[in-house]
């Protein structure tokens, strides 16, 4: 539930920003979806609203791309659960993602608030 | 999308529900541990994911490729409609093999003698050096490929340019027995460069190299190949180093040949190569290989990388005059000199090797399959009748699921799967049939003594030939009627449902012009048939000149028995003699030259001193060859045991030479000499009888000129004697003969054959064309009036509410069925109007294969318009009588 005055974004992920966020939450170590999608909701602070069906596709997407790996395991409470973990491939795709996102963030950010020129 | 998981994607589905239904399952624990009510939770957890049903979707979407998936569907909905129908399904599978299966037979064998290169080391690189055209040569010629000497191969050999490689290779025949019965083996001579010119690897041992073929050599090695290894050896590879008995002489095996190479002679396998240095060795004369006219060898080369064809044509036309000049033979007469040094070599392709079967065979075999693709034409033209009809049954299904919203391209992929399918098990089943029938061609027209051996292994042309013709074909029987399906608006066709009074004339307009099609191409068929069931049947009656039946001829080699020349005449008139008196042989003769066996002997001839223009041809005989033979005698007298060789030398000629060269007066008063070379006596012969003509080298030809030589007057007599028997029991009788001649001669080797086997052999190529057009003909008939029936009854069917108004308003029984059958009989008319333009056509590309008949002959069409007009009756009155049996009152209540 968002905190803020703002609205959650919903749907409006840019694409690729959700595997960039399941790739990250994937860093730490291997999870399942039912907890993935609550780290990114938790994480954000509830402004990244995922509908949390929507996170199936990607990891689907993500894992025919092999950046993931999945196995079956059991959860904390003893649930049969499917585990994703980040492969090397995946590693080293999400070094990549966040610069390209940290450079994408620089130059949003400079349109949005340009430095005062020099006269 | 990996492949993998597209074939799993069944299994992945599951596998994704299960992962949801775990995260629903963990939603719905927490959600009960912050207090939720269960039922609450589960709601909550499911709001929270989304629809699973949808979800599973997208990732399934993700894992398939929409065309791949709805062709499957396609398929399997068009498997389910076939099975619906079996009848239909059998139908249309069993006429679609029919013709695939006799289309493809036709292409690989077409492939095999004509397409196909040979199993060699690049054979686009191989050309054959002969002279351009040899017309004119004179000399002796053996095998099968006589196209150069062997004085002229050491010429071509010694000074071309231009290869890398050069080999000369010839065919012969060799004895493998030790005396008695001849066993033959097919040889072929080679020369050492053979093997290493054609890139040839070894299955056992070695093979020969040029240091194996040196003149003079005492023992040389032999090869043998791959399947007669198999055959006299078992494969045994003790074989090689063992010794093969060669007409009576003793050659080591030096190895075996790869399997696969069959020699550069498509349609037959070398069993043995013989090294050309052991041509003295076997034939027992020395000085053979240099005879400048005696024509027995083929040569091959691999042209060198940078060279050309046309660039090495050139070098050998410059060569040609200086190795002409040096080979030019004294046995030639000036006249043979002048045009053997006008000859030119060249060099012509040869990676497809060289043919008898090709030459023979090659134009029957591409009009069998312009006659096979139509039979497949027919068959399609029936099947597009025959879906266009179930089509039309669907109608209303097809119209409802229009008007519910489906695209027309995927109805009419729909029905197209149908008849892929269809086309794809009649191609499957064609191609099986197809195997079979190339297989029993090949043995149709193999036999003992002319053993062939064609590799019809499949390859990727007959392959891709037979998928062609299943995509052809089902592009023609499918395209149409499933495209026309389309075509209707829903609504009238849903309003419709069979209850037009009558139905409109542009709807039956492509089925009347399918029929019209198979009748116009069943007619070529049945013209081509009669055709050739025509000339078959008028080379079977053409009278010979002679008698065929009960006629055994025994081939012997005296060469073992080591009969000194003078000795010769002698011998053979102690075996002619001593064969004569054997019980149940009538009459028994020497000849040289056996009629219509293909071989023969032609000599310019002088009459009062002046050459005489064209050859005629000559044969030796001995006293009751004609008497034998069954010719009868128009005057004069047969030879006789008193024509010697120290008597006046005579000769019998045939009516045809008496015309031709003795034209004015008595034949019997005059006398003619052979050209010899110069320097040999010239004797005069006396003609002292004359007979009827016979045909000489082939049933066709029209009769010529033949003079008949005294065999007992032969001055060098070879060591080879033909008798001619008449026996009412030829076969039986072959024992007897082996043992008579082993009691004059022990070591004499001997072959049997029969006139009437041999005239069949001559006829073989008729026979076949006979036989595969008329049931090609036949078929054709019967599907084109399978094709007439069934639109005939579907227009009866579509008929019945006007046929029935016809009857209320007093149409009478007959008038119906006459309705009907002018309705079918204007059908045929058409048909047979295109048709036999159609047929005039292509029966002029075979008339060189025709005998006795003109390509339009007036009766075989009549005929054919006949047998088709009576097929096409008997398929139209079914449902004209089914048309006049209607009860108009039940016909329009049915309403």
């Known amino acids: ?119 | 999308m990996s492949w993998a998981r597209f074939f799993r994607r069944r299994r992945w589905d599951e596998e994704r529900a299960r992962e949801l239904q775990s995260y629903l399952e963990m939603e719905t624990d927490e959600n009960v541990a912050r207090g939720l009510s269960p039922e609450a939770a589960r709601d909550a957890a499911r709001r929270k994911l989304g629809e699973p049903l949808r979800i599973r979707e997208e990732i399934y979407r993700m894992n398939t490729m929409g065309i791949v998936d709805a062709f499957a569907q396609d398929l399997r909905y068009g498997l389910r409609i076939l099975r619906l129908n079996p009848g239909f399904a059998a139908v249309a599978i069993l006429s679609l093999a029919l013709g695939v299966g006799a289309n493809s037979a036709i292409f690989q064998l077409l492939n095999a003698v004509r397409i196909r290169t040979l199993p060699v080391k690049d054979p686009s690189e191989l050309v054959e050096v002969r002279i351009a055209d040899r017309k004119g040569a004179v000399g002796r010629f053996n095998g099968r490929f006589p196209q150069l000497t062997n004085p002229l191969w050491e010429g071509i050999r010694d000074k071309a340019e231009g290869f890398s490689d050069l080999a000369a290779w010839g065919t012969s025949r060799f004895d493998l027995s030790d005396g008695g019965e001849a066993r033959y083996a097919e040889g072929i001579w080679v020369s050492g460069g053979f093997f290493p010119t054609l890139g040839v690897r070894p299955a056992a041992g070695r093979l020969l190299r040029l240091d194996d073929d040196v003149r003079g050599c005492a023992s040389p090695g032999v090869v043998i190949g791959h399947s007669f290894w198999q055959r006299e050896f078992g494969g045994d590879p003790a074989a090689v180093g063992r010794r093969l008995r060669l007409d009576g002489h003793l050659f080591p095996i030096v190895g075996v040949s790869a399997p696969g190479f069959f020699g550069v002679e498509v349609g037959r396998s070398f069993d043995v190569a013989v090294p050309l240095c052991a041509e003295p060795i076997i034939s027992g004369v020395s000085g053979d290989l240099d005879r400048r006219d005696w024509w027995f060898l083929t040569v091959l080369g691999r042209i060198k990388p940078d060279w050309t064809a046309t660039r090495v044509t050139a070098q050998l036309a410059s060569l040609s005059p200086g190795i002409l000049q040096d080979t030019v033979s004294p046995r030639f007469s000036p006249d043979d000199v002048k045009k053997y040094l006008a000859f030119s070599l060249a060099a012509f392709p040869a990676g497809t090797g060289v043919s008898s079967l090709r030459r023979n065979y090659e134009r029957p075999l591409w009009i069998l399959l312009a006659m096979t693709t139509l039979v497949l034409l027919i068959a399609c033209a029936n099947l597009a009748n025959l879906m266009l009809a179930r089509a039309s049954a669907r109608e209303r299904e097809i119209a409802v699921r229009l008007a519910i919203g489906a695209s027309r391209g995927r109805i009419v992929r729909q029905l197209m799967a149908e008849s892929l399918l269809l086309a794809g098990a009649g191609a499957a089943a064609g191609g099986l049939l197809a195997r079979w029938l190339s297989t029993s061609l090949v043995a149709f027209l193999s036999s003992e003594s002319n053993r062939l051996f064609v590799d019809l292994q499949m390859d990727w042309r007959v392959l891709a030939f037979t998928s062609g013709l299943a995509v052809l074909t089902c592009v023609l029987f499918g395209l149409a009627p499933a495209v026309r399906a389309t075509h209707v608006a829903p609504a009238a066709a849903m309003k419709s449902g069979g209850r037009g009074v009558t139905s409109s004339r542009e709807r039956f307009g492509l089925r009347r012009g399918l029929v019209v099609a198979q009748m116009a191409l069943s007619l070529v068929l049945v013209v081509g048939a009669l055709l050739f069931v025509g000339t078959l049947r008028n080379l079977l009656t053409v009278d010979p000149g002679f008698r065929p039946d009960d006629l055994l001829v025994a081939s012997m080699d005296l060469r073992r028995a080591g009969v000194p020349e003078g000795q010769r005449v002698a011998a053979k008139k102690d075996i002619v003699d001593a064969l004569a008196r054997l019980p149940g042989v009538t009459a028994a003769a020497h000849v040289d030259v056996l009629p219509i066996s293909g071989s023969g002997w032609n000599q310019t001839i002088l009459v009062g001193g002046v050459a005489q223009k064209d050859f005629p041809q000559l044969n030796r005989v001995s006293p009751g060859y004609f008497k034998t033979m069954g010719t009868p005698f128009v005057a004069g007298r047969d030879f006789e045991e008193t024509d010697t060789g120290s008597s006046v030398t005579v000769a019998i000629v045939n009516e045809t030479f008496a015309r031709t060269y003795l034209g004015g007066g008595d034949p019997l008063r005059q006398a003619f000499q052979i050209q010899e070379p110069p320097g040999a006596p010239r004797p005069q012969y006396q003609v002292v009888g004359v007979v009827k003509d016979t045909k000489y080298y082939n049933l066709r030809e029209p009769f010529k000129p033949i003079a008949y030589l005294a065999a007992a007057q032969e001055t060098q007599p070879d060591e080879y004697l033909q008798v001619v028997m008449r026996t009412a029991a030829p076969s039986a009788t072959a024992p007897a003969v082996t043992r008579t001649v082993a009691g004059v001669h022990p070591l004499v080797a001997l072959t049997f054959d029969t006139m009437s086997s041999q005239l069949r052999r001559t006829v073989q190529s008729e026979a076949l064309m006979a036989t595969l057009t008329g049931s090609f003909g036949v078929l054709a008939g019967v599907i084109a009036a399978i094709g007439l029936y069934g639109v005939m009854s579907y227009l009866v069917a579509r008929r019945r509410n006007e046929i029935g108004i016809r009857m209320a308003l007093g149409a009478d029984r007959a008038a119906v069925v006459k309705m009907v059958l002018r309705e079918s009989g204007m059908l045929l008319a058409a048909g047979i109007v295109v048709g036999a333009v159609l047929a005039v056509g292509a029966a002029r590309t075979a008339s060189a294969l025709l005998f006795g008949l003109t390509p339009g002959d007036p009766i075989t069409f009549a005929k054919a318009v006949a047998g088709l007009a009576a097929v096409a009756a008997l398929a139209s009155y079914l449902p004209a009588a089914r048309a006049a049996r209607i009860d108009p009152t039940l016909a329009l209540r049915e309403q």
């Open chain 1, 1 to 119: 539930m968002p905190k803020k005055g703002n609205p959650p974004l919903q749907g409006e992920l840019l694409q690729g920003t959700l595997d960039l966020l399941i790739l990250k939450t994937l860093a730490l170590g291997p999870a399942h979806g039912h907890t993935i999608a609550h780290v990114i909701e938790r994480r954000s602070d509830a402004v990244l609203q995922v509908e949390h069906g929507s996170l199936y596709p990607a990891l689907h997407r993500l894992e025919d791309r092999e950046w993931i790996a999945s196995f079956w395991g059991t959860s904390e409470n003893n649930r049969r659960a499917r585990y994703y973990r980040l492969t090397p491939a995946g590693r080293k795709r999400l070094v990549e993602q966040e610069s390209r996102w940290d450079d994408l963030v620089r130059a949003i950010d400079r349109v949005l608030r340009p430095a005062p020129e020099e006269r």
